[in-house]
């Protein structure tokens, strides 16, 4: 258990709905970071929170959204969803803002749209 | 964005040591390289990170040349547990960069 958790594990829904992907970091990290990883792809950058505030934005396509919460879990939103946002997301957390404290990783979240 | 650049798949026989290498040749001024491992269906996990010179954990060795623009990930006596996707993360200039991995490599270690 890397501390940081991630609901649901598994996710099936069809083309067009919504989901909210959860992620609750480990105790004591401020940011958290959201990444897709569709079928044998790398890391592909999402969204970064730290206390609140979004940091940084990767390739996040605008049906998607995030936002971390006051007790720092985070969410995010997947809208309209197309067969091609089938992926594992992954959230990741750390103490502080950058990579010098690396990075902790949930188990993921396994979407697939039908 | 930073770019890393790694092999994309290796081949070894357990027992053996691999060295996987990852180029960065913009990577930041105060930034630290770190490396992780990936297996199927998992998220990635934290191996090793270093800024200069050589460091060295329980798992891993990381080797940082001076100019910093590359940096080997050395595993010793590999078993078939090795095998999975191992990841360079070295931060160039800008937020997003910090926060790019590269393609991965993919190591397969067989008997």
């Known amino acids: 258990d890397s501390g940081v958790t991630q609901t649901p594990k598994h996710l099936i829904t069809a083309t067009g709905q919504r989901v909210t992907l959860r992620c609750s970091p480990r105790?004591?990290?401020?940011?958290v970071y959201w990444y897709q990883q569709s079928l044998d792809q790398g890391l592909q950058f999402l969204i970064q929170?730290?206390?609140?505030?979004?940091?940084a934005k990767g390739n996040i396509l605008e049906r998607f959204s995030a936002q971390q919460f006051p007790d720092l879990h985070s969410e995010l939103n997947l809208s309209s969803l197309e067969l091609g946002d089938s992926a594992l997301y992954f959230c990741?957390?750390?103490?502080?803002?950058?990579?010098?404290?690396?990075?902790?990783f949930g188990s993921g979240t396994r979407l697939t749209v039908v | 964005l930073a770019k890393t650049t790694q092999p994309i798949s290796m081949d070894s026989y357990e027992g053996q040591e691999v060295n996987i290498t990852c180029s960065h040749n913009?990577?930041?001024?105060?930034?630290?390289i770190t490396w992780y491992q990936q297996f199927p269906s998992q998220g990635p996990r934290f191996i090793i990170q270093?800024?200069?010179t050589k460091v060295t954990n329980e798992v891993a060795s990381l080797f940082i040349p001076a100019d910093r623009k590359s940096s080997t990930l050395s595993l010793p006596r590999v078993s078939l547990s090795d095998t999975a996707v191992y990841y360079c993360?070295?931060?160039?200039?800008?937020?997003?960069?910090?926060?790019?991995f590269g393609t991965g490599t993919r190591l397969q270690v067989t008997l």
């Open positions: 929170y730290y206390n609140g505030e979004e940091r």
């Open positions: 105790s004591g990290d401020l940011s």
């Open positions: 913009n990577i930041a001024t105060n930034d630290y």
């Open positions: 993360l070295a931060p160039g200039p800008g937020t997003a960069s910090k926060l790019t």
């Open positions: 270093g800024y200069k």
């Open positions: 990741a957390s750390s103490v502080e803002e950058g990579a010098a404290y690396g990075y902790t």
